[in-house]
């Protein structure tokens, strides 16, 4: 089985989703991996640590899912491959759907475990925004699995891969859709990206008490999150908002602070791999989903963490 693994960048940087979908990708065959943006080759090269023998990169940024698809088709026929492994994320799900057609395969997204081949090409999806799984079976030759974040461990002790160029022949319908301009938050750690999230809720009482919230995720090197109530009521931006009607998280370590733990909060973080909860209230039920519980005062229990944490970097 040969492998191609779509991965994507942010900001010059390969995004570390990609390189878990490479060591994904490396425990089913030989992989080579497949830029389509703008990326420095060391950094390209780097990849080959996460389990890729070789990284193709697009000699032009294709960053339409029509082009970007149109691409990829052209690089599976190349390198022969027939399993193609992404990262879950919004790009590549657009991407995949529209690659699935090109390569006439079988795709399944929000993949959560390596394919069971024991009795035909069985994978574990995560369904209901993570409530409940299904194991589909995918019956045609090639494959796309969208992979969902902490699935695999990452490999971090390869060694650096070749990296080649490559020219996809791109016609005119690929390029209907033109990408002119992005806004992107710069200057923090994106919520979709982080490996750890330190998240507030109402308990905090008000958005004048968010700087110990953003000292402990500036000591954590994390991302800053907030439950639903909080952005509704402005206390924080809606960009922040995780939950089921906000972003979706599945970071290392998950600490919430102050939030009771609605149904609606815990579907968007019980991807997470650890939950850390603070909270006063002994029956709050996020302490049900937690891997460790703190029953005590935010306001005391917070400062002393950050301190201890600060003084053993």
């Given at each position: 089985?040969?492998?191609?693994?779509?991965?994507?960048?942010?900001?010059?940087?390969?995004?570390?989703?990609?390189?878990?979908?490479?060591?994904?990708?490396?425990?089913?065959?030989?992989?080579?991996?497949?830029?389509?943006?703008?990326?420095?080759?060391?950094?390209?090269?780097?990849?080959?640590?996460?389990?890729?023998?070789?990284?193709?990169?697009?000699?032009?940024?294709?960053?339409?899912?029509?082009?970007?698809?149109?691409?990829?088709?052209?690089?599976?026929?190349?390198?022969?491959?027939?399993?193609?492994?992404?990262?879950?994320?919004?790009?590549?799900?657009?991407?995949?759907?529209?690659?699935?057609?090109?390569?006439?395969?079988?795709?399944?997204?929000?993949?959560?475990?390596?394919?069971?081949?024991?009795?035909?090409?069985?994978?574990?999806?995560?369904?209901?925004?993570?409530?409940?799984?299904?194991?589909?079976?995918?019956?045609?030759?090639?494959?796309?699995?969208?992979?969902?974040?902490?699935?695999?461990?990452?490999?971090?002790?390869?060694?650096?891969?070749?990296?080649?160029?490559?020219?996809?022949?791109?016609?005119?319908?690929?390029?209907?859709?033109?990408?002119?301009?992005?806004?992107?938050?710069?200057?923090?750690?994106?919520?979709?990206?982080?490996?750890?999230?330190?998240?507030?809720?109402?308990?905090?009482?008000?958005?004048?008490?968010?700087?110990?919230?953003?000292?402990?995720?500036?000591?954590?090197?994390?991302?800053?999150?907030?439950?639903?109530?909080?952005?509704?009521?402005?206390?924080?931006?809606?960009?922040?908002?995780?939950?089921?009607?906000?972003?979706?998280?599945?970071?290392?370590?998950?600490?919430?602070?102050g939030i009771s733990g609605a149904i609606q909060h815990l579907a968007g973080v019980n991807s997470s791999k650890n939950i850390v909860v603070i909270n006063t209230d002994e029956e709050a039920p996020f302490f049900k989903a937690a891997t460790y519980g703190i029953?005590?005062?935010?306001?005391?229990?917070?400062?002393?963490?950050?301190?201890?944490?600060?003084?053993?970097?």
């Amino acid at each position: 089985m040969s492998v191609l693994v779509y991965i994507e960048s942010s900001e010059g940087k390969i995004k570390n989703s990609s390189r878990e979908a490479v060591s994904y990708g490396s425990a089913l065959g030989p992989v080579v991996a497949v830029c389509l943006s703008e990326v420095d080759e060391n950094e390209l090269a780097s990849v080959g640590k996460n389990g890729a023998e070789k990284v193709l990169v697009s000699s032009s940024v294709l960053d339409s899912a029509e082009a970007a698809s149109a691409a990829l088709a052209q690089a599976v026929a190349s390198t022969g491959a027939d399993t193609v492994v992404m990262a879950k994320s919004s790009g590549s799900s657009a991407i995949g759907a529209r690659l699935s057609i090109k390569m006439d395969a079988s795709m399944a997204a929000n993949v959560v475990a390596l394919p069971d081949t024991g009795n035909g090409y069985n994978v574990r999806t995560s369904i209901f925004t993570g409530n409940a799984f299904a194991n589909v079976e995918l019956k045609k030759a090639k494959k796309i699995l969208s992979v969902n974040k902490n699935t695999v461990e990452l490999k971090p002790d390869g060694v650096d891969a070749p990296v080649e160029k490559f020219t996809p022949e791109i016609s005119g319908a690929d390029m209907k859709v033109k990408i002119t301009g992005a806004d992107k938050a710069t200057g923090k750690i994106l919520l979709p990206e982080a490996d750890i999230v330190v998240s507030g809720g109402r308990g905090l009482k008000g958005p004048e008490n968010w700087g110990m919230i953003e000292e402990l995720a500036d000591a954590l090197g994390a991302a800053t999150g907030c439950s639903k109530p909080v952005s509704d009521m402005d206390w924080r931006p809606h960009s922040e908002h995780v939950g089921q009607t906000g972003i979706k998280v599945s970071p290392s370590l998950y600490i919430a602070i102050g939030i009771s733990g609605a149904i609606q909060h815990l579907a968007g973080v019980n991807s997470s791999k650890n939950i850390v909860v603070i909270n006063t209230d002994e029956e709050a039920p996020f302490f049900k989903a937690a891997t460790y519980g703190i029953i005590g005062d935010a306001f005391e229990v917070v400062p002393k963490l950050t301190e201890a944490i600060k003084a053993i970097q």
